[in-house]
T-cell receptor, first 115, second 113 residues
């Protein structure tokens, strides 16, 4: 069964460092998402991406964040200068385009710890 | 704008008892509603979804949910809880443009032997 894969599963980084979280969406999906979940809190929307551009982003997704689909298969989230409050589980998701009522398929997540 | 409210951040049931997890939504357009489950240290897995048609939808692992427009609710139920049902459950609504999902704060289900 096709699945969304994320690497690494756990990343520890020092405050101020740049991190790149990687995702391989399901191959025929065209809508991609990043969500984050701070420990014990709700799943929060960060950004959606379609046709090689951001289609929607939340207030959380400030200038420190960027997304990219560099090679047609990977979908990355970059945090330029990490802060302690960026520590969270980051989930990538993908979805078929054109059918609004389809579900998003989520990866297993990357746990980011900023120290 | 769309939003989801899950009443009860923690629910405990005895093994074999009825599971009821509550979800109310707010939407200015017909919503598309979803329940996801998150097992410890895992990602989000779709349990079931409501799009159009039959308001009672059945999902995996014996779960079902009923869309009640008059009550703006989409509560999740299972007749008999199993130990393996212990997890975090998230209700979500899809935006009218289909761009994003809005998640509730989640309900942690504990099953007592």
């Amino acid at each position: 069964e096709p699945e969304v894969t994320q690497t690494p599963s756990h990343q520890v980084t020092q405050m101020g460092q740049e991190v790149i979280l990687r995702c391989v969406p399901i191959s025929n999906h065209l809508y991609f998402y990043w969500y984050r979940q701070i420990l014990g809190q709700k799943v929060e929307f960060l950004v959606s991406f379609y046709n090689n551009e951001i289609s929607e982003k939340s207030e959380i997704f400030d200038d420190q964040f960027s997304v990219e689909r560099p090679d047609g298969s990977n979908f990355t989230l970059k945090i330029r200068s990490t802060k302690l409050e960026d520590s969270a589980m980051y989930f990538c998701a993908s979805r078929l385009f054109g059918v609004v009522n389809t579900e998003a398929f989520f990866g297993q997540g990357t746990r980011l710890t900023v120290v | 704008a769309q939003s989801v409210t899950q009443l009860g951040s923690h629910v405990s049931v005895s093994e074999g008892a009825l599971v009821l997890l509550r979800c109310n939504y707010s939407s200015s357009v017909p919503p598309y509603l979803f329940w996801y489950v998150q097992y410890p240290n895992q990602g989000l897995q779709l349990l079931l979804k409501y799009t159009t048609g039959a308001t009672l939808v059945k999902g995996i692992n014996g779960f079902e949910a009923e869309f009640k427009k008059s009550e703006t609710s989409f509560h999740l139920t299972k007749p008999s809880a199993h130990m393996s049902d212990a997890a975090e459950y998230f209700c979500a609504v899809s935006s009218n443009t289909g761009n994003q999902f809005y998640f509730g704060t989640g309900t942690s289900l504990t099953v007592i032997p």
